[in-house]
């Protein structure tokens, strides 16, 4: 085990080494391509394999930029091997910064270089749950400190557990993930993870036990796959376990289906949600959870095949046929879509746009039989994706993550995203820091709502504005349905000077985002992912995840603490509405201390606590004690 661990090690350093960002881009930095023997060398080709013969067969580079020669990850070897396939799609399009090519060609590049023989690997194997924490940041301390008596370990609004790997420990690195509570048992969640490097096929987890303990699997590959990326998950009330992919194969990119009847234990193919369409990519999933809709488990899927958005839906009798629901608003590439539904079986489908720097959001009222036009609700300031010190190589996806809640008068829809800071010199594709630790620009998350349905959208705001050089990236938003609460999280580098070392923070929204308490750090350890030994190419992967239910909020996320491999790690994150305090030494005497993690205060001579900086009202102190007033 040892040797295969060696090699494996020794594998991944090599394709990290290939991966890695020069500062003159793809090798020369003049426009100029490289040479045969610069690719082979940089893929690190061996001679005689299938990928070698794939290289030395795209060498014809006429139809190709001048900048398609300095692209930091993919070379103009893939590139022209991609537009033989996709002759169609629109690569002269000068205001799309995508180029005309799929984000996921990173994802295929790895793999090539992984499976140079250029077929699917052998498939991973299975195991039964098992625990896997972290405990370095003391965690069992303060366990045994909540179980003396002394109090909750709580504070207000939120209060993370602890860090659990997901996806177990790993030899090959695995980014990119996403997680659901099923609302009808919320002791079992699944997640799943790109396991690009490894067997190729998509990481699977599974806990029954409220995320405690986990077991990893594996989706099989449907007929003609080579293997998968862009992973999701849902459940459907009936306890099946849902879980799409990226379907790869050479140019051939489909979005398929799988379910799972043991809660996430084994998994059978289901179907090709994107029918004929084989440009695809990014897809986003989502199942109507709500006994109160129509449309209850209608299972809805997002995504873009070559520039336009696409939406289809599973219902009781399949899948149906991909719709179209981005128009001529959307001049680029509507990549990094979401698709949420609320009470009343709305469906609502958010999409941003590369050309315009639009994010959309459109909507249906008949369980995803059709669509209303798109609504733009804000116009960002960079597009596509954005380089900063901590993700400069594969760079930060600008992807929005929504949600929606209805209850009685409330018909919220709400938006997340990454952006520039919109600060002065902060305002422009131009101005993004990339490797530069020093630079003034930075990066944010920003939120807008919605009150009534999706039709007219709030000025946006950004949740977490500190006044350090940090940035923030990969947000993900949830709502807890049970109280219409908002989770968000989000790497973040505020805790390191160097600006590249990064945490997962968390926060919570009580009143539907018109405020957000204090952000809460989720991780116990960093991740750096711009060091000798990380995964490069992939760094973060474009997305993390977070699902809430019940007043627990559990978030997915890529972290190579350690120094480690990527792998995939959870927390259960607890919330209250009602803001509840931990004391430590003896409430109602002198000196005793009451936090409340964002602000704490020492009792006074009369045995009284003063708590600044709280809002109005009637909070909880756990042990309850005489003494206390605020």
Same mark, same amino acid.
């Given at each position: 085990?040892?040797?295969?661990?060696?090699?494996?090690?020794?594998?991944?350093?090599?394709?990290?080494?290939?991966?890695?960002?020069?500062?003159? &881009?793809?090798?020369?930095?003049?426009?100029?391509?490289?040479?045969?023997?610069?690719?082979?060398?940089?893929?690190?080709?061996?001679?005689?394999?299938?990928?070698?013969?794939?290289?030395?067969?795209?060498?014809?580079?006429?139809?190709?930029?001048?900048?398609?020669?300095?692209?930091?990850?993919?070379?103009?070897?893939?590139?022209?091997?991609?537009?033989?396939?996709?002759?169609?799609?629109?690569?002269?399009?000068?205001?799309?910064?995508?180029?005309?090519?799929?984000?996921?060609?990173?994802?295929?590049?790895?793999?090539?270089?992984?499976? *140079?023989?250029?077929?699917?690997?052998?498939?991973?194997?299975?195991?039964?749950? &098992?625990?896997?924490?972290?405990?370095?940041?003391?965690?069992?301390?303060?366990?045994?400190?909540?179980?003396?008596?002394?109090?909750?370990?709580?504070?207000?609004?939120?209060?993370?557990?602890?860090? !659990?790997?997901?996806?177990?420990?790993?030899?090959?690195?695995?980014?990119?993930?996403?997680?659901?509570?099923?609302?009808?048992?919320?002791?079992?969640?699944?997640?799943?993870?790109?396991?690009?490097?490894?067997?190729?096929?998509?990481?699977?987890?599974?806990?029954?036990?409220?995320? !405690? #303990?986990?077991?990893?699997?594996?989706?099989?590959?449907?007929?003609?796959?080579?293997?998968?990326?862009?992973?999701?998950?849902?459940?459907?009330?009936?306890?099946?376990?849902?879980?799409?992919?990226?379907?790869?194969?050479?140019?051939?990119?489909?979005? *398929?289906?799988?379910?799972?009847?043991?809660?996430?234990?084994?998994?059978?193919?289901?179907? #090709?949600?994107?029918?004929?369409?084989?440009?695809?990519?990014?897809?986003?999933?989502?199942?109507?959870?709500?006994?109160?809709?129509?449309?209850?488990?209608?299972? +809805?899927?997002?995504?873009?095949?070559?520039?336009?958005?696409?939406?289809?839906?599973?219902?009781? #009798?399949?899948?149906?046929?991909?719709?179209?629901?981005?128009?001529?608003?959307?001049?680029?590439?509507?990549?990094?879509?979401?698709?949420?539904?609320?009470?009343?079986?709305?469906?609502?489908?958010?999409?941003?746009?590369?050309?315009?720097?639009?994010?959309?959001?459109?909507?249906?009222?008949? &369980?995803?039989?059709? +669509?209303?036009?798109?609504?733009?609700?804000?116009?960002?300031?960079?597009? +596509?994706?954005?380089?900063?010190?901590?993700?400069?190589?594969?760079?930060?996806?600008?992807? !929005?993550?929504?949600?929606?809640?209805?209850?009685?008068?409330?018909?919220?829809?709400?938006?997340?995203?990454?952006?520039?800071?919109?600060?002065?010199?902060?305002?422009?594709?131009?101005?993004?820091?990339?490797?530069?630790?020093?630079?003034?620009?930075?990066?944010?998350?920003?939120?807008?709502?919605?009150?009534?349905?999706?039709?007219?959208?709030?000025?946006?705001?950004?949740?977490?504005?500190?006044?350090?050089?940090?940035? *923030?990236?990969?947000?993900?938003?949830?709502?807890?349905?049970?109280? &219409?609460?908002?989770?968000?999280?989000?790497?973040?580098?505020?805790?390191?000077?160097?600006?590249?070392?990064?945490?997962?923070?968390?926060?919570?929204?009580?009143?539907?985002?018109?405020?957000?308490?204090?952000?809460?750090?989720?991780?116990?350890?960093?991740?750096?992912?711009?060091?000798?030994?990380?995964?490069?190419?992939? *760094?973060?992967?474009?997305?993390?995840?977070?699902?809430?239910?019940?007043?627990?909020?559990?978030?997915?996320?890529?972290?190579?603490?350690?120094?480690?491999?990527?792998?995939?790690?959870?927390?259960?994150?607890?919330?209250?509405?009602?803001?509840?305090?931990?004391?430590?030494?003896?409430?109602?005497?002198?000196?005793?201390?009451?936090?409340?993690?964002? !602000?704490?205060?020492?009792?006074?001579?009369?045995?009284? +606590?003063?708590?600044?900086?709280?809002?109005?009202?009637?909070?909880?102190?756990?042990?309850?004690?005489?003494?206390?007033?605020?």
């Amino acid at each position: 085990m040892k040797k295969i661990s060696t090699l494996l090690a020794v594998v991944f350093l090599v394709a990290s080494t290939m991966f890695a960002a020069s500062p003159n &881009g793809n090798g020369n930095g003049n426009g100029k391509f490289p040479t045969l023997d610069e690719q082979l060398k940089k893929a690190h080709a061996r001679s005689g394999s299938a990928l070698e013969k794939l290289i030395k067969d795209n060498q014809d580079f006429t139809k190709l930029k001048a900048k398609d020669a300095d692209d930091q990850i993919v070379p103009p070897w893939l590139k022209n091997y991609w537009r033989k396939g996709h002759p169609e799609a629109n690569y002269d399009n000068d205001s799309d910064p995508t180029g005309g090519y799929p984000l996921v060609l990173k994802e295929v590049l790895e793999w090539m270089m992984t499976h *140079q023989d250029l077929k699917p690997g052998n498939a991973d194997a299975s195991m039964a749950p &098992g625990r896997s924490f972290d405990d370095v940041d003391g965690d069992a301390e303060l366990e045994n400190f909540a179980r003396s008596g002394h109090g909750h370990i709580t504070s207000l609004g939120a209060t993370s557990g602890t860090n !659990v790997r997901s996806s177990g420990a790993q030899t090959v690195s695995r980014s990119e993930s996403d997680i659901r509570i099923n609302y009808w048992n919320p002791m079992k969640i699944i997640a799943a993870s790109n396991n690009i490097g490894g067997s190729g096929t998509q990481g699977q987890y599974y806990s029954s036990d409220g995320g !405690v #303990t986990w077991g990893q699997t594996n989706l099989p590959l449907a007929s003609g796959d080579s293997f998968h990326s862009d992973p999701t998950v849902d459940w459907s009330s009936d306890g099946t376990a849902w879980s799409t992919t990226m379907g790869i194969n050479g140019s051939v990119l489909k979005v *398929q289906s799988y379910k799972s009847t043991n809660s996430g234990a084994t998994w059978t193919f289901d179907g #090709t949600i994107s029918g004929t369409q084989t440009n695809t990519d990014k897809q986003m999933q989502w199942i109507d959870h709500s006994a109160s809709s129509a449309y209850a488990n209608n299972n +809805y899927v997002i995504w873009h095949n070559g520039n336009p958005a696409f939406m289809n839906r599973r219902t009781s #009798t399949g899948w149906g046929s991909p719709i179209q629901v981005s128009d001529a608003q959307a001049t680029g590439t509507c990549i990094g879509a979401d698709v949420k539904t609320n009470a009343s079986g709305d469906v609502f489908g958010f999409f941003p746009d590369t050309g315009s720097r639009g994010i959309f959001v459109v909507k249906s009222t008949n &369980g995803g039989a059709s +669509y209303a036009a798109p609504v733009k609700l804000v116009t960002t300031y960079d597009s +596509y994706d954005i380089g900063v010190p901590a993700f400069s190589s594969r760079r930060i996806l600008v992807y !929005v993550s929504g949600g929606a809640y209805r209850n009685g008068t409330t018909n919220n829809v709400y938006a997340l995203w990454t952006d520039l800071s919109g600060d002065s010199g902060c305002t422009a594709a131009a101005n993004e820091p990339g490797t530069s630790t020093t630079s003034t620009c930075k990066t944010r998350i920003w939120f807008s709502r919605s009150t009534d349905g999706g039709a007219t959208w709030s000025a946006r705001v950004k949740i977490n504005n500190q006044s350090g050089l940090n940035d *923030q990236f990969n947000p993900f938003i949830a709502v807890d349905e049970t109280n &219409g609460n908002l989770g968000a999280i989000y790497y973040d580098t505020v805790a390191d000077a160097g600006r590249k070392k990064v945490d997962v923070y968390y926060q919570l929204s009580t009143n539907g985002g018109a405020s957000w308490d204090p952000a809460v750090k989720v991780t116990t350890a960093m991740t750096d992912e711009t060091i000798t030994g990380a995964d490069s190419g992939n *760094q973060f992967g474009d997305y993390n995840s977070l699902s809430g239910y019940g007043n627990s909020f559990f978030p997915s996320w890529t972290d190579r603490r350690n120094a480690g491999k990527e792998e995939i790690w959870t927390a259960k994150i607890s919330t209250s509405s009602t803001p509840t305090f931990s004391i430590s030494g003896s409430a109602g005497t002198t000196g005793a201390n009451v936090s409340t993690g964002a !602000v704490s205060a020492t009792s006074d001579a009369s045995n009284n +606590y003063s708590l600044g900086g709280l809002a109005a009202g009637t909070y909880t102190v756990t042990p309850s004690k005489s003494g206390c007033t605020f």
